[in-house]
T-cell receptor, first 116, second 114 residues
Framework: AQKVTQAQTEISVVEKEDVTLDCVYE???????LFWYKQPPSGELVFLIR??????QNEISGRYSWNFQKSTSSFNFTITASQVVDSAVYFC?????????????FGPGTRLSVLP | DAGITQSPRHKVTETGTPVTLRCHQT?????MYWYRQDPGHGLRLIHY???????DKGEVSDGYSVSRSKTEDFLLTLESATSSQTSVYFC?????????????FGPGTRLTVT
């Protein structure tokens, strides 16, 4: 069965520090998709990124970057020069192509606190 | 932002009463989902729908039922609310016909069962 692990329950950093959030996944499918979501204190869930299993190219978007490594089944998320507004719970998720409807699995989340 | 609304946004109800939560989308997406979010459990799938009148159970479906009579509306009903159903409920939709892609979430409904 598919599974997503986020071993870091809570992380605290001081503003302007870089921080990496870890995500390790398990799947038997060869085609799958990985996602990151952000849940700020206001409670909404915000989609950040999707990566396909056949595309291991890393991605950078402003201060955010994602490192996808199939060899270690990891999809880590780095925030460079963190800001207080980055404080949130971050969820990693996995979707398998062959499991209609119930294909989405979320990790338990990592709570990031960025202190001024 | 995806056009997803949930109503009510907050509700307090008593044990044993029926409760219906509504999810409304303006994106014409085929797939809709109901999740609950609880501390220590993350997001867990309750039910999902893959079309009008087509629904199926998720991981934690006991005590819940759903209905979808129109593409844009997905209702979640707690037939007889219990304190264990106190939670934050999120509705989600997935883009177009590609169910495996990202899900977009509504703002959530905070339900308290006393």
């Amino acid at each position: 069965a598919q599974k997503v692990t986020q071993a870091q329950t809570e992380i605290s950093v001081v503003e302007k520090e870089d921080v990496t959030l870890d995500c390790v996944y398990e799947t038997r499918d060869t085609t799958y998709y990985l996602f990151w979501y952000k849940q700020p204190p206001s409670g909404e869930l915000v989609f950040l990124i999707r990566r396909n299993s056949f595309d291991e190219q890393n991605e950078i978007s402003g201060r955010y970057s994602w490192n996808f490594q199939k060899s270690t089944s990891s999809f880590n998320f780095t925030i460079t020069a963190s800001q207080v507004v980055d404080s949130a719970v971050y969820f990693c998720a996995l979707s398998e192509e062959g499991n209609y409807g119930q294909n989405f699995v979320f990790g338990p989340g990592t709570r990031l606190s960025v202190l001024p | 932002d995806a056009g997803i609304t949930q109503s009510p946004r907050h509700k307090v109800t008593e044990t044993g009463t029926p409760v219906t939560l509504r999810c409304h989308q303006t994106e014409n997406h085929r797939y809709m989902y109901w999740y609950r979010q609880d501390p220590g459990h993350g997001l867990r799938l309750i039910h999902y729908s893959y079309g009008v009148k087509d629904t199926d159970k998720g991981e934690v479906s006991d005590g819940y039922s759903v209905s979808r009579s129109k593409t844009e509306d997905f209702l979640l009903t707690l037939e007889s609310a219990t304190s264990s159903q106190t939670s934050v409920y999120f509705c989600a939709i997935s883009g177009g016909q590609v169910v495996f892609y990202e899900q977009y979430f509504g703002p959530g409904t905070r339900l308290t069962v006393t």
